[in-house]
């Protein structure tokens, strides 16, 4: 039996990971470029990363934002919800997806998840569905698109708007279309984490001309389009981002698509090997995505293997082998005390609401598969992902390692 690192031994590994975020000459030029012009503002450079990001993810329109959250909350605003609407949304993601539906002012309701996808599962989102739901968020988990032609037939037959949540998923593409337009909107974060950072940013894209005119404004003061400036029309806020973060972008995006292409090919090797390590599994469910951005590469910890050990145990030995390994979210959404109404919270509307008609309980609310994904998972960043064959080797060989030495870490 192997001697563990946490126990002493020699750790698999010293060096660390690929850093990020990534740079060269690129952003320091373009950015000593936009400080020495004295355009720092929102002009030509904001213009040209919106063309060229919603090019590359098959939209004809893209409209940034100051960060993925408020992509979320423009996108609904300018789809006309709002006050005592629902929208469903998955519990296991960021706060975000379900946190933009409230700072709109309507009311999230969670379906579950596919246990080996991780996105929304389209039979839960039809249990879901009430006289007062207008709008489906599907988020493309980890960069695996969610199942867009189950959820388009959805929302033709109820007449709903889908807003995909594409803050995982630069470059994935569903059915060799790039998501993001697939929907009615799609939103992108391009925070510091991020597979293409500004160190904060978002965009919104769309097909739909009306809808990007409406993103806009809500994004610009309620501005109109070739209207006078100080002429505002509806209820937005200043969400702009400057000439700096686009300059920052555009080079983050040249590099984007070969960084997909790493991405992929090191997760079909880790899926290769970690599959042949019993007290593991991957998810591996075949579906039509056939590039994906892997801002996550997720598996699974099968705790009956491991007699007794502990998953937050097998954790805590990868990572002194010299893996950062990660448990993800620890419960879904609902756990939070924002929705539990034990913070500060929307204290009445929109989930207790004379408008609403209703009142959101989510004390009672329960998706099994959220829950146990969130008992059982493991997550590698995507900045690993961009490491050499001989760093997921080392990956592999860490848990492998640990899966070896196992009896030693029974508490
Ligand atoms: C799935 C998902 N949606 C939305 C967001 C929000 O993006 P931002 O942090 O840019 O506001 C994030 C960010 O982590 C996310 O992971």
Not at 40 to 49: D, H, P
Not at 57 to 85: H, K, S
Not at 135 to 154: K, W
Not at 183 to 207: V, W, Y
Request: hydrophobic residues 40%; charged residues 25%; contains cysteine.
């Amino acid at each position: 039996m192997p001697k563990l690192a946490i126990h002493g031994g020699s750790p698999v590994r010293t060096k660390s990971f690929p850093g990020w975020p990534v740079h060269d000459a690129c952003e320091r030029e373009a950015l000593n470029e936009v400080l020495e012009s004295g355009k720092w503002w929102y002009g030509a450079k904001v213009r040209t990363f919106e063309e060229r990001f919603a090019a590359y993810q098959d939209a004809r329109f893209g409209i940034t934002a100051v960060n993925g959250t408020v992509a979320l909350q423009v996108a609904l605003t300018a789809a006309g919800i709002g006050a005592g609407d629902e929208v469903i949304v998955p519990p296991y993601t960021f706060l975000a997806t379900a946190s933009a539906v409230l700072m709109a002012n309507a009311v999230p309701v969670f379906a579950d998840i596919d246990r080996d996808t991780l996105c929304i599962a389209p039979d839960r989102i039809r249990e879901a569905i009430t006289e007062k739901t207008r709008a489906i968020i599907p988020v493309h988990f980890g960069g695996l698109p969610a199942d867009m032609d189950e959820i388009g037939a959805i929302a033709e037959e109820h007449d709903l708007v889908v807003i995909e949540d594409a803050c995982h998923a630069w470059g994935s593409e569903w059915k060799g279309r790039k998501v993001g337009a697939i929907g009615d909107m799609g939103c992108f974060s391009f925070q510091a984490s991020k597979n293409i950072t500004s160190a904060e940013g978002g965009i919104i894209l769309t097909n739909d001309e009306a809808l990007a005119d409406q993103c806009r404004s809500y994004t610009n003061c309620g501005r109109g389009k070739d209207t006078p400036w100080y002429e505002h029309y509806l209820l937005g806020g200043n969400y702009r981002i400057t000439e700096f973060h686009a300059a920052l972008l555009l080079c983050q995006l040249e590099r984007l698509d070969e960084q997909v292409t790493i991405r992929q090919r090191n997760a079909q090797r880790l899926n290769e090997d970690l599959a042949k390590i019993e007290g593991i599994e991957v998810l591996q469910k075949d579906s039509p995505s056939n590039r994906r951005s892997y801002h996550l590469y997720c598996f699974r910890f099968v705790p009956q293997a491991w007699n007794g050990v502990s998953r937050e145990r097998f954790i805590e030995a990868v990572q002194a082998e010299g893996i950062p390994i990660s448990p993800g979210y620890p419960h879904p959404l609902y756990k939070n005390p924002l929705f539990q109404r034990k913070g500060e919270g929307p204290k009445f509307c929109p989930l207790s609401c004379p408008y609403y008609g209703k009142e959101m309980d989510y004390t009672k609310v329960v998706c099994p598969n959220a829950e146990q994904v969130c008992a059982e998972s493991l997550w590698f960043t995507q900045t690993m992902l961009l490491g050499s064959e001989a760093d997921m080797d080392d990956m592999v060989e860490g848990i492998a390692k640990v899966w070896e030495g196992r009896e030693a870490l029974k508490e």
